[in-house]
């Protein structure tokens, strides 16, 4: 008796490793479900939306401009921000604040992105922690799931013009 209660603790143990790993890998490698929180992607993104992420583009080293990705928060590294992408290596970028007179540019390092929230007057981004190591990038997100009146892909950025092409 007590050989078939080991043998199914065993079994029953065996299957918990085997589905947990398969759960790890899925959530790593391909995506997941991410609830967004505070204000600096509004309007695309609300307090409380919720999207999903896909990690497929950061290990293929798909992330473009105007991509919003989940990000290793920089000044907290046991926080993820959400962010849009305004720059990758190489790419000359705006530095200063929208209410700014005098513009200030820079260059993106390589191996890095300048990450900028929607709501460029209540965001901590770029502009105040500078360049973003690619290596922190979590995910992109591609699909708003919650509010359902809101359901669909991401809306364009409403800061275009930031996108620089020098």
């Known amino acids: 008796m007590l050989r078939n209660v080991l043998g199914k603790s065993f079994r029953f ?11 790890h890998c899925a959530f790593e490698y391909l995506g997941g479900i991410v609830v967004c929180s505070g204000p600096s992607m509004e309007p695309t993104i ?10 497929l583009s950061r290990h ?49 390092p390589k191996g890095h992105v300048w990450l900028e929230g929607d709501n460029l007057r209540n965001s901590t981004d770029s502009r105040c922690y500078g360049p973003v190591p690619y290596g922190l990038i979590r995910g992109r997100i591609c699909l708003k799931i919650w509010p359902l009146n809101d359901f669909g892909f991401l809306r364009a950025s409403p800061n275009g013009h930031r996108f620089l092409d020098d």
């Open 60 to 108: 293929f080293y798909c992330i473009r401009k105007g991509d919003i990705v989940i990000v290793k928060s920089p000044n907290d590294p046991k926080s993820n921000i959400c962010k849009r992408v305004i720059g990758l290596e190489g790419d000359k970028v705006c530095t200063s604040n929208p209410s700014d007179f005098l513009k200030s540019h820079s260059y993106v």
């Open 46 to 55: 609300h307090n409380s939306d919720i999207v999903f992420s896909e990690n």
């Open 13 to 23: 143990l065996g299957y918990t490793v085997q589905y947990g790993c398969i759960a």
